[in-house]
Structure formats: C-alpha cells, structure tokens
C-alpha cells in the first residue's frame, strides 16, 4: 500500500455515493441511504487497502463517522500484514470547531490527523488534547502542504470520503487520481440538498474528458470508476 518511489503525495482516491439527479444527501436531519449493503462492503474493502481515511471537519459534525474497517477478517488481514486494523484517519479545518466526543476521536485504536488553518491551531489543539496529532497546514489549509505531510508519514494511498466542500477542493486543485462515483436509483430533487459538488473550475471539461475504467452495476447501484491522473490504477 505503500506509494511508488520518488512521488511526492500520496495516491488520492475520491469515493462518494449520490443520487440519479447528483445529490449526497436530502433536506433532513436523517441521513439518506445512497449505497446498499454489497456496496457497503466494496467500500470497506477499498478502506482496508489505502493508509490513511480522509473527511473534512463538517462531514465530522454532520455524520459522526467512525472510518473504521468494519470486517474482522480484513482487519486480521492487515495485522498480519504489521498494519493497524484500520487506517489513519485524518480531517481539515478551518476553525477548530471539532467535538473532542465524536467517533473519530473516540472509536478504534488507530491514529488520528487533524490538518487546521494556522490561526486554529492552538484552539485545535486545546480541544482535542492527546485524541489527535494537530498540524499547522497554512491559511487557508494547503491540501498540497497537507498531502505532502501525510507522505512523509508514510501515507502511500489516500481515500477521500467525503463531503462536497472536500471532494470539490481536491477535483479543483487537480490532485485526486481517481474517482469511484456510485449512483443510486432514485431522485432526491431538492435543491436545498447538498450535491456531490458545486460550481468550480475543474481540469476536466468538455474539451477533456476523464477516463473511465471501470463501470459495475452492484445490486441496485452503479459504480463508475474516473481516471483522474495518470496514476490511476487499471480495474
């Protein structure tokens, strides 16, 4: 799981699930179900292969995830490998405001990676103490500063869970190597929903298309994978 030798950052896999119409999420406070349990477990197979799981600080308020390898023989496997159960799980911010009783901080022995604006450290660290490493990644947070941090940790692939705001910064700054887009069968058609991202200048257009690898119907879903880069993996 380790990246190749010389490369600068991590390989970044983005993962997110939506809507027919592009919507992660509805207008409640109840979180919408997109996925189904065979995809569930894909994913969690695509967690057990990547070093490090990455969320930005609102999908931390907002969901409450744990980001854990959820089957037990995955975690063996990747003990027997000298791996944690899980990977390093890892979130940005830009103001500190991170709840010292959310899972990510509380759940599974594994290490934890909170990336904060500079004038949020200090508050940053004073909140979460011990329960996470806190580091200075500029201000505004540099996902390539970031990026390059993690692979000096030792992070050779990187998922990116999620949400908008997240996946629509690293699809803009042009450092996401691929894409798994999964896409239930229905609408949500709501426009106060959150989409998979909003407006933005992204290196793919009409004029240059992203390379599709791989498209699987899984149950009542579809998974499509995206070339983003030229890192990207055949299916």
């Not at 477990?41 to 969901?63: F, K």
């Not at 998974?223 to 055949?234: D, F, G």
Request: glycine share 10%.
């Amino acid at each position: 799981m380790t990246g190749p030798p010389g490369v600068a950052r991590p390989y970044v896999l983005l993962s997110c699930a939506t809507s027919i119409d592009g919507y992660i999420d509805d207008a409640t406070d109840e979180r919408l179900l997109l996925s189904n349990d065979a995809d569930l477990d894909r994913v969690d197979e695509v967690r057990a292969g990547c070093d490090a799981i990455l969320v930005g600080a609102g999908t931390v308020r907002r969901d409450d995830p744990r980001l854990l390898v959820r089957c037990e023989r995955r975690r063996a496997e990747r003990v027997a490998r000298g791996l944690p159960a899980s990977p390093t799980r890892v979130t940005m911010t830009a103001c500190g405001d991170l709840d010292p009783e959310a899972r990510l901080f509380t759940v599974g022995d594994t290490d934890r990676i909170v990336y904060s604006a500079s004038g949020a450290v200090e508050k940053t660290r004073h909140r979460l103490g011990e329960l996470a490493t806190v580091v200075d990644a500029g201000d505004p947070v540099d996902l390539a500063r970031m990026l390059t941090d993690l692979a000096e940790r030792g992070v050779g692939r990187l998922l990116v869970e999620g949400g908008a705001v997240m996946h629509g910064q690293f699809l803009a700054a042009g450092l996401a190597d691929e894409l798994h887009l999964v896409v239930a069968p229905f609408f949500v058609g709501d426009r106060r929903a959150p989409r998979f991202v909003g407006e933005g200048h992204f290196p793919w257009h009409p004029g240059r298309r992203a390379q599709v690898v791989e498209a699987r119907q899984i149950g009542d879903v579809v998974l499509t994978r995206y070339a983003l880069s030229e890192r990207c993996e055949p299916a």
